[in-house]
């Protein structure tokens, strides 16, 4: 029993986690400027955002769910705000200086993993996600009167959930890493500036949505 809970958390979390967004981007991009560890560490923090994301559908938090829906255009907009700042951060990056600190063993794991999973907090939209996949996959999050091991029940699925999205970012960051030789520095600049700009623009767009979907009346003070 407990063992099948585990594998539907590990199919909901790589499934989560194949649509490449910014965050896929971005974590492709640090495998090509930097190393495969980069790039999987980086992964590693959406992945543990993702796990956040998850315990939050499966217990069904109401108090956080009934928060991010009355501040959903704020949390939108430092999203957004977020974003394009990553973006912009890569796209006036040189590759070069990178890529001589890593040969002189400069690195810096701890913030690949916490800047993307702030950046992957910032987007708390990706809950449906996971109410989503988990009914999809007939995984209740409420529990039934004779269910005394609900608790349980959910922290081995959302444990499940982190190892899916984690071997989600191991594989493709593994296969980038593969073709990563193969690229000149003069190839990487033109990937930053290219990954830079997809990203930006989703930040922008994430900001100019919200205008667009919230009458200016009900923006006005009353």
């Given at each position: 029993?407990?063992?099948?809970?585990?594998?539907?958390?590990?199919?909901?979390?790589?499934?989560?986690?194949?649509?490449?967004?910014?965050?896929?981007?971005?974590?492709?991009?640090?495998?090509?400027?930097?190393?495969?560890?980069?790039?999987?560490?980086?992964?590693?923090?959406?992945?543990?955002?993702?796990?956040?994301?998850?315990?939050?559908?499966?217990?069904?938090?109401?108090?956080?769910?009934?928060?991010?829906?009355?501040?959903?255009?704020?949390?939108?907009?430092?999203?957004?705000?977020?974003?394009?700042?990553?973006?912009?951060?890569?796209?006036?990056?040189?590759p070069i200086v990178q890529i001589r600190r890593n040969r002189a063993g400069v690195t810096n794991s701890w913030q690949d993993y916490i800047?993307?999973?702030?950046?992957?907090?910032a987007n708390p939209a990706f809950i449906l996600i996971f109410v989503f996949l988990f009914t999809a996959f007939g995984i209740s999050a409420?529990?039934?009167?004779?269910?005394?091991?609900?608790?349980?029940?959910?922290?081995?699925?959302?444990?499940?959930?982190?190892?899916?999205?984690?071997?989600?970012?191991?594989?493709?960051?593994?296969?980038?890493?593969?073709?990563?030789?193969?690229?000149?520095?003069?190839?990487?600049?033109?990937?930053?500036?290219?990954?830079?700009?997809?990203?930006?623009?989703?930040?922008?767009?994430?900001?100019?949505?919200?205008?667009?979907?919230?009458?200016?009346?009900?923006?006005?003070?009353?």
């Open positions: 029993m407990w063992l099948e809970i585990f594998i539907r958390g590990l199919i909901v979390g790589f499934a989560a986690s194949i649509p490449l967004g910014p965050i896929g981007v971005l974590c492709i991009q640090r495998t090509l400027s930097k190393s495969h560890k980069a790039g999987f560490i980086s992964g590693l923090g959406a992945a543990s955002a993702d796990t956040i994301f998850a315990s939050i559908a499966f217990f069904s938090l109401s108090i956080v769910m009934s928060f991010i829906q009355d501040h959903m255009n704020v949390i939108k907009v430092i999203g957004g705000i977020c974003i394009l700042a990553v973006g912009t951060k890569i796209f006036i990056t040189n800047t993307v999973f702030f950046f992957t907090l409420e529990p039934s009167a004779a269910d005394s091991h609900h608790l349980w029940r959910g922290i081995i699925m959302v444990i499940g959930v982190f190892f899916g999205s984690a071997t989600w970012w191991f594989s493709i960051t593994f296969g980038v890493n593969l073709i990563r030789n193969k690229f000149r520095p003069r190839h990487l600049l033109w990937i930053n500036r290219v990954t830079g700009a997809i990203i930006m623009a989703l930040g922008i767009i994430t900001i100019l949505l919200i205008f667009k979907n919230t009458p200016i009346d009900g923006m006005l003070p009353e």
